[in-house]
């Protein structure tokens, strides 16, 4: 079972993430041609409120509009039925038009989770799409680096785990435009790889590959020359791998020395890490 703070770092990358990749999304995996498509406000409240992981409003080639409605599930949940209907009704009430259901299931387990209920007096189901039984080429075909990154979550079709890393690692090379944005990239492959338990195969492959890095842009070892927006952009990209380095040392027995790896920080700031977390839960106890 995936510590909650695990989850919530996947949550953040897919929000982080699909806007940019939801075009290749919306016709290599869910076969809808979408001609026109809007963001949606993601709260729904009437007697208590919910917050759907993505909602847009889509117009497709043939001229309907609906709501789009994407669950992204980790795990197996037994009330995801009942969540989903749930969400088709407050979707239905609020904006009166059809209503399009997807949950896309990143687990590396086969899911048991219902789709469909027929009751007297009720029909109702919603697509429920195993993203390991899509050929992992399908994520790889796209030009966008956020959607090359969920060819880890796909099927290799019997192809070498670390050959089909080696190619997502490189196709994201290829559509990255600066170390700063290769650099959150390979992060959020670092937070996906642990779903499929390669994260041997992928610090393998990175040590051969580092040069894609340079240690002089590389925001670790960058040491104030960088200024305006790409300061930013440091900080914010030091900021997530303190947080992930964080995660790690609550949530998992890793060692000092593989999460600094995870992480993409040095040892001793891990360790200065975790003292500061022990140091903190005395406090609060």
């Known amino acids: 079972m995936q510590n909650p703070s695990c989850s919530s770092q996947y949550d953040k990358m897919i929000k982080e993430n699909m806007n940019e990749a939801m075009p290749d999304i919306l016709s290599g995996v869910l076969g809808i041609q979408a001609a026109r498509a809007e963001d949606l406000a993601e709260r729904i409240q009437y007697t208590k409120e919910r917050i759907p992981d993505q909602l847009k409003k889509i117009t497709d080639d043939s001229g309907e509009t609906f709501v789009l409605h994407i669950e992204w599930q980790l795990k197996n ?4 039925i009942d969540r989903m209907l749930e969400y088709r009704a407050m979707l239905r009430r609020k904006y009166r038009i059809n209503i399009r259901q997807y949950v896309l299931f990143m687990g590396k387990t086969t899911s048991t989770m219902i789709n469909r209920i027929e009751e007297r007096d009720l029909k109702f189901r919603f697509h429920l799409i195993v993203l390991y039984q899509i050929d992992y080429k399908v994520f790889l075909a796209s030009e966008k680096p956020e959607q090359k990154i969920l060819a880890v979550l796909g099927d290799f079709c019997k192809e070498d785990p670390e050959t089909v890393l080696r190619k997502i690692i490189e196709g994201i090379k290829a559509k990255t435009k600066g170390s700063l944005a290769g650099q959150r990239y390979m992060n959020q492959l670092r937070i996906l790889v642990q779903l499929r338990n390669l994260e041997t195969q ?15 842009r590389d925001p670790y070892y960058i040491r104030g020359f960088q200024k305006g927006t790409e300061k930013a952009a440091i900080k914010a990209a030091i900021r997530a791998s303190s947080e992930f380095a964080e995660r790690l040392i609550e949530g998992t027995d890793h060692t000092d020395e593989v999460i ?18 022990i140091k903190k839960k005395n406090i609060n106890e």
């Open 77 to 80: 949940d037994a009330e995801m």
């Open 202 to 216: 992928f610090n393998h492959i990175m040590e051969s590959v580092s040069t894609f890095f340079k240690e002089e």
């Open 260 to 277: 600094a790896k995870l992480a993409g920080v040095t040892v001793p700031f891990v360790k200065r890490k975790r003292r500061a977390l």
